[in-house]
Every structure is written in C-alpha cells, then in structure tokens.
C-alpha cells in the first residue's frame, strides 16, 4: 500500500502537471513565434471566385477560408501587371516609391529593365532579421533572381512556368525541411496557373457555356472557361497545401495571406491580358487572410500594399516607419486614409485613387509615346456600376478627388526611395524568351 503522504504528494504533482499543461495551452502557444505563408494567385480576377459572387464552382476551397476568416471584398491591387504588383506585396511600397515598372519594349528591357532595388528591405529580409527561416517558390519569370525578389530568402527556387500542382509539392517539401528547425518559417508559393495560355488540366476543364455578367465573343468565352478551370484546378492544390499543414499539426500556428497579383482582362475594354489600364478586371483581386480574429468581411477598400504591413503584425515584430500602407487586421489605420492608390506605365499611362467607399478616380495620360496626348479623367463607383461602363457625370466629384490625388501622390513621390541609378538590370536572352512565352515583351 502507498502512505497516504505519498499519495498526497502524487495527486498534488499530478495537479501541478495538469495546471502547466493548460497554462502553455493558454498562454504559452500563443507567444511562441507564428508560421507565416504569403500565397500569391498570378493573374486571378476576385470577381471569378466563389467567395466574391461568382456564379461557377471555380474556389471551394479558397471559398471556405473566406468563410472562416478574413474575406476583403475589394482589395486593389498597386498595379495591373507582376513586377510592380509583387514589389508592392514584398516592400509594403507603391510603385511611385519603389520604381519597378519594366519597359513594354523586348529591345529596351534587353539593355536595361527595372529590378527591386537592394536598398528596400523586402518582408522576407525583415523576418529573417527577427529569427525566421525564409522560403520562396516562384514559376513567373518576372520574379526571378535577376530582377531582385529573392532578397532575404535563405531558399529561392524559379520553377519556370510550373503548374499549380509541382508549386504545392514543392511547398510541401519546404514546409517538412523547415519544420524540423525550431525556428518560425516564412514562405512565398506564386501560382501560375490563371496566366494565359489556359490549360487546366482534363480533369478541370470542365466549364462550358455562357457567363452571366457579360456576353463574349465565342473565342473569348473559350478563354473564360479555360480560364475558370485553370483557378479551380490552382485551388485544388491550394487545398492539399493545406491539408499538409493541418496532417503535420502546423495549420493552427500558421497564419497565410493569399492575394492576386492582379486580375484579367477579356476584352471589357477591347484586350484580353493584363497590364493595360485600371479598371475592375485588371485591379480588383482576392484577398483573404487566415490568422486570429477571422470570421469577418471587410467592405471598405483595402490595398495589396497592406500585404506587407499585416504580415508583420502577424509576425508580432516592430513594423518600420517607411511602410506606406496599413494592417488589414487593424480598422483604425485602415479607416484613417483618404483612399489607396493603383498605377500602370506600359501599354497606356494611368493612375488611380480609390476611396474607402468604392469611388475610382482614373486618370489617364495617353500612351507613353504620345508627346500630344490629353490628359482624361473619370469616376467610377463601384456600388452602383461595378463594370466601370460610364464614369459618373458629378463634376464636382471629379474635381474633390483629384484635389486628393494630388494630396496623397505627391506626399508619395517625395518620399520616392529607388534612386535613378541602379534600380536597372539587362534580362538574359533566356528569360526574355521565358517571358515571351507568357505573352510579354
């Protein structure tokens, strides 16, 4: 028989034992350091998902996590194509302030294309500095390393024009190798997929007939339908990412930021691609945040130069003073501004103000070439014309907010941080074929 002395002393440790084990649960799970995953859909348009009102099954699972967490109805995006899209999302900077815009020309970009300058500190480098392994998997070869998007991550593989499912396995391979480290780890995965030429796998191409938004010529809606099953196909393997996470016991530490980069064009304003102007189609992307707090949907305009400045809250780091956009997990700072802002200088020249409510100014400059264009502007509002069809006749309207734009740019340009020398890099004859391959250049 045990004493009864021992036997006290046994239930008081084993009360002891239990009373730590909740306390770590309540407190101590949550200061250890959070996985961050930043997962970028190439070339997704917000308004072809489920979550944002579409009416085909092209995002179960992204439509699920808006469901559980943080949906953003009307993210814009800084710029309509890649290289100044990802420099926003990587610095947390507009394009007036970190200078990528590449030429439109193959001959221009041959002898000098615009890179991520290193003087910016990337989110990937700001991680890294707090203890956090760093990890990015790209198969746009606009991001590769020549043009500066892998500073601050210790892996950084260019898997050129690789499908949604490779991306995924890959992901998976880094999330195993850096699990086994007691360190945090921050990892990029781009998705490709939605970029043209659309060629969902068989078993996702599975879309027919017309879309209800819009009537389309029978070539462009074969691109639609294409298009369709390549972000379903994209969303399945989002979908086995993440049940990876949850199998590995990783999922509930892990906070992920998954946003477009940009959205597509079919023909609304006479293209099909991206990279032209700033309307919906081009501008208006998915955004969707897994992390504490969830269960909620924003309305108001957000910005894809809030990606950076969330992740670092998520990161629980101190945020740096240059980051010019807010935490979308933070209503004040998002709220406390007059609107965001998108730019494109490629095909044509345009800039755009968008205030919380949904009111789009566009400016237009004419083609970069034209010495003898006119400058254009117009406002949109998004609640009563979501398509852009015709600006609203309020010249008053027109004339507030452009005194706004004015106010918020230029207060950008002066704080302008890529000097005009070095921000340039020549592109390798190699990836200039990458790229024309995708349609650019």
Not at 68 to 89: C, D, G, K, N, Q
Not at 128 to 133: P, T
Not at 166 to 194: Q, T, W
Not at 282 to 308: C, M, N, Q, W
Request: with cysteine; hydrophobic share 35%.
């Amino acid at each position: 028989m045990v004493p009864v002395k021992a036997t006290r002393l046994l239930i008081l440790l084993f009360c002891v034992a239990v009373f730590g084990v909740v306390v770590w649960r309540l407190f101590g799970a949550r200061t250890s350091p959070p996985n961050l995953m930043l997962i970028v859909l190439d070339t997704t348009r917000a308004d072809h998902l489920g979550a944002y009102g579409y009416e085909r099954q092209t995002s179960p699972v992204l439509d699920s996590l808006a469901k559980e967490h943080w949906l953003f109805r009307y993210a814009v995006s800084a710029a309509p194509w890649t290289p100044p899209s990802v420099a926003t999302l990587f610095t947390g900077l507009y394009p007036v302030a970190h200078g990528v815009m590449p030429p439109n020309s193959r001959e221009l970009a041959r002898e000098a294309s615009h890179r991520l300058h290193e003087q910016h500190l990337t989110i990937a480098e700001l991680l890294q500095q707090h203890g956090y392994q760093t990890s990015g998997i790209t198969p746009n070869p606009w991001t590769k390393e020549e043009f500066g998007y892998h500073q601050g991550f210790e892996r950084y593989q260019f898997l050129n024009r690789e499908v949604a499912g490779r991306i995924s396995k890959e992901g998976v391979a880094e999330i195993d190798r850096m699990a086994k480290v007691n360190r945090p780890f921050f990892l990029y995965l781009h998705y490709l997929d939605p970029h043209d030429p659309y060629t969902p796998p068989e078993k996702y191409d599975r879309f027919s007939g017309p879309v209800s938004y819009r009537e389309h010529d029978p070539r462009t809606l074969k691109f639609v339908n294409a298009y369709d099953g390549e972000i379903l196909y994209m969303d399945a393997a989002i979908g086995s990412l993440l049940e990876h996470l949850k199998k590995r016991g990783l999922y509930d530490n892990t906070h992920i930021v998954i946003v477009g980069d940009h959205g597509e064009q079919f023909k609304e304003r006479g293209h099909l691609g991206h990279g032209f102007q700033l309307h919906n189609e081009e501008i208006h992307v998915p955004l969707i945040v897994k992390a504490p707090g969830g269960g909620r949907t924003i309305d108001y305009t957000v910005s894809t130069v809030d990606v950076f400045p969330t992740l670092v809250e998520l990161a629980g780091v101190p945020m740096p003073a240059f980051v010019q956009g807010g935490s979308l997990l933070n209503d004040k700072a998002a709220r406390g501004r007059i609107g965001v802002l998108s730019e494109i200088q490629r095909i044509y020249r345009q800039k755009a103000l968008v205030t919380l409510d949904g009111k789009k100014l566009i400016i237009d400059y004419g083609k970069p070439d034209d010495a003898t264009a006119e400058t254009t502007a117009g406002v949109f509002d998004r609640h009563r014309d979501y398509r852009e069809r015709a600006p609203l006749d309020d010249r008053d309207e027109l004339k507030q907010l452009f005194a706004d734009f004015e106010e918020l740019f230029t207060g950008l340009s002066r704080e302008r941080r890529t000097p005009d020398e070095g921000a340039t890099t020549p592109i390798s004859e190699e990836t200039l074929d990458q790229l024309k391959s995708l349609g650019y250049l």
